[in-house]
């Protein structure tokens, strides 16, 4: 068998996985053979700080904040990626950038005032990606790497959940939905024209770079020029849809889009930088008045236009259920605020026609 199809068949394996749960997933997971290279034990070896002992970060990575983030629980985040010395980001796709061998990615989740997790990746030789994730310690002094199943309940969360740590095959899952294997690092995230009604904005922290920093400093290669005289934004006739559209976009998009693994669901929920104003956003494209295809949810409808109650959509985002939550996974606590913002927006769509037929 190709090794192409070979690796489109496993990761379409690990989505099916992923939506199953923990459980499926581990069953999935590659036995044995092409062991990836382990990361370094420690944090503190990946580079990530100039000073390890005061946790200082070495000044020489990027700092950014993506505009539409991933729900984490109401975790604070830190993230910061590092590129070779000249090398530069093919941009040419602006959906799907591609990074160098030898970028490296972090990012740091810290529930009340003190770190929990720090995930890891980088990018290797034979253009494959390594992935990892430390667990800090109570004091916030060290940070060892969890085994390849990760580690459950690593902080407790409201409700009598807790934080889980993923593992590699988690990472997977979610990171190679799509081309690119950074998620919240693209032209629309890290556009200029930020969304101010974004679920959980993140203020951007001092010194980060957004698209138009990242080309001016020449770290941008084949990036359409349109995106930097009219940066991108998600162009919708309220300020509720755009903020829906681009919370959809964030959460849900590196799975359900045109591509991936689960593209014959035929859901898109990813937005396209260029996107053409006279065309309805992929997200509403694929889901008012759409039957729903999930086994189980025969009869709903993804998005009933004018009733959130009516809409499968609001009711998986709302939900926590191991076989009925979305994402199904990196959250164990519904986002309130989401869904709030879900309900109003359908509650403004206008509800004709309700529903079309099963393509």
């Avoid at 590129?83 to 970028?103: E, Y």
């Avoid at 919708?236 to 991936?260: Q, V």
Wanted: hydrophobic residues 40%.
């Amino acid at each position: 068998m190709p090794c192409a199809k070979r690796r489109s068949i496993s990761r379409a394996l690990l989505l099916a996985a992923a939506l199953a749960g923990p459980v499926a997933l581990a069953a999935a997971a590659p036995a044995g053979g092409d062991a990836p290279p382990a990361a370094p034990e420690h944090l503190r070896d990946t580079g990530l700080y100039a000073d390890p002992e005061r946790r200082a970060v070495d000044p020489a990575h990027l700092t950014f904040a993506p505009q539409y983030a991933l729900w984490t629980d109401g975790a604070a985040k830190r993230r910061w990626i590092s590129l070779p010395p000249g090398s530069r980001i093919d941009a040419s796709d602006p959906d799907d950038w591609r990074f160098p061998v030898g970028t490296r990615v972090w990012k740091e989740f810290a529930f009340d005032g003190r770190p929990v997790e720090t995930r890891y990746m980088e990018r290797l030789p034979d253009g494959t990606w390594l992935y990892a994730a430390y667990a800090w310690n109570p004091e916030g002094t060290d940070a060892l790497r969890v085994g390849p199943a990760g580690r459950r309940r690593a902080y407790p969360l409201p409700g009598g959940a807790s934080h889980v740590i993923p593992g590699v095959q988690d990472c997977k899952a979610c990171h190679e939905g799509q081309a690119s294997r950074v998620l919240g690092f693209s032209a629309l995230q890290l556009s200029p024209d930020r969304d101010p009604r974004a679920p959980h904005a993140e203020p951007p922290p001092a010194g980060s770079v957004d698209l138009a920093g990242l080309a001016a400093t020449g770290l941008l290669e084949g990036l359409p020029p349109a995106l930097l005289a009219d940066p991108p934004r998600i162009r919708a006739p309220t300020a509720e849809a755009r903020a829906a559209l681009g919370y959809l976009h964030g959460n849900c998009g590196h799975c359900h889009d045109r591509s991936g693994p689960l593209a014959s669901l035929g859901l898109v929920l990813r937005h396209p930088a260029l996107a053409p104003e006279a065309t309805p956003p992929p997200a509403l494209a694929t889901t008012l008045g759409v039957p729903a295809r999930r086994l189980g949810s025969e009869g709903a409808t993804r998005i009933h236009p004018g009733d959130p109650d009516l809409s499968l959509l609001v009711q998986r985002a709302a939900s926590r259920a191991p076989t009925l939550q979305m994402p199904p996974l990196g959250t164990a606590t519904v986002d309130h605020d989401a869904v709030r913002l879900l309900r109003a927006w359908i509650a403004q769509l206008d509800p004709k026609p309700t529903r079309r037929p099963d393509p």
